[in-house]
């Protein structure tokens, strides 16, 4: 089993739609949390980190749920823009810092 | 400001080739991390470096997989006798220092160096 699962996708959803990502870990000591966002045959760029109590920016909304180790995404009123693939990230106190990524979830936008 | 840069961007090799693939990260970041990218899959971490010291190799996958950072700058990834299930993309990614005040650092990505071997 992985250290950290996603829903591979992909998720096509029509513009404006509301989407949501779901992913688990399984290390009880992961420490720190993100999503990552790749685009085609680019590298992965910091999207938002995640935190205990949830945060927002924009129309991105990130939350942890510690107890059953398990972070989501909701994105709101989705743009062409938003195609990419969102990459689940944590990183633990005991693995020096290293980034441990699911499998990414693909999104496709269309209009 | 530059940002992470990686050469060759492309490399073809033939099965039993050596390779080195280099990585320059941002001016003044302390830490240095490769990963290895395949197919339809999220990064995985290959090693860690923390200026010149090696601290973490655990995700090389062989012996023919060897990375260093002499002087605590520029890395080179080198894969010796490559295999077909090599071909992957090569990510390196560097941040200003490691865990500050238990908050992980941002890493930031190079473009990676695609590798075919065939």
């Known amino acids: 089993r992985k250290e950290v699962e996603q829903d591979p996708g992909p998720f096509n959803v029509p513009e404006g739609a509301t989407v949501a990502f779901n992913c688990t870990y399984s290390?009880?000591?992961?420490?720190?949390f993100f999503w990552y966002r790749q685009d085609c045959r680019k590298e992965p760029k910091l999207l938002m980190s995640?935190?205990?109590s949830g945060n927002e920016d924009g129309r991105f909304t990130a939350q942890l749920n510690r107890a059953s180790q398990y972070i989501s995404l909701l994105i709101r009123d989705s743009k062409l823009s938003d195609s990419a693939t969102y990459l689940c990230?944590?990183?633990?106190?005991?693995?020096?810092?290293?980034?441990?990524f699911g499998q990414g979830t693909e999104l496709s936008v269309k209009p | 400001g530059a940002g992470v840069s990686q050469s060759p961007r492309y490399k073809v090799a033939k099965r039993g080739q050596d390779v080195a693939l280099r990585c320059d990260p941002i001016?003044?970041?302390?830490?240095l991390f490769w990963y290895q990218q395949a197919l339809g899959q999220g990064p995985e971490f290959l090693t860690y470096?923390?200026?010149?010291?090696?601290?973490?190799k655990s995700g090389l996958p062989s012996d023919r997989f060897f990375a260093e950072r002499p002087e605590g700058s520029v890395s080179t990834l080198k894969i010796q006798r490559t295999q077909q299930e090599d071909s992957a993309v090569y990510l390196c990614?560097?941040?200003?220092?490691?865990?500050?005040?238990?908050?992980?650092?941002?890493?930031?990505f190079g473009p990676g160096t695609r590798l075919l071997v065939l």
């Open positions: 990230v944590v990183t633990s106190y005991n693995q020096g810092g290293k980034l441990i």
């Open positions: 470096f923390q200026n010149e010291a090696q601290l973490d």
């Open positions: 001016s003044g970041h302390v830490s």
């Open positions: 290390n009880s000591a992961s420490q720190s």
């Open positions: 990614a560097s941040s200003l220092g490691g865990t500050l005040w238990g908050v992980q650092e941002t890493q930031y």
């Open positions: 995640v935190y205990s």
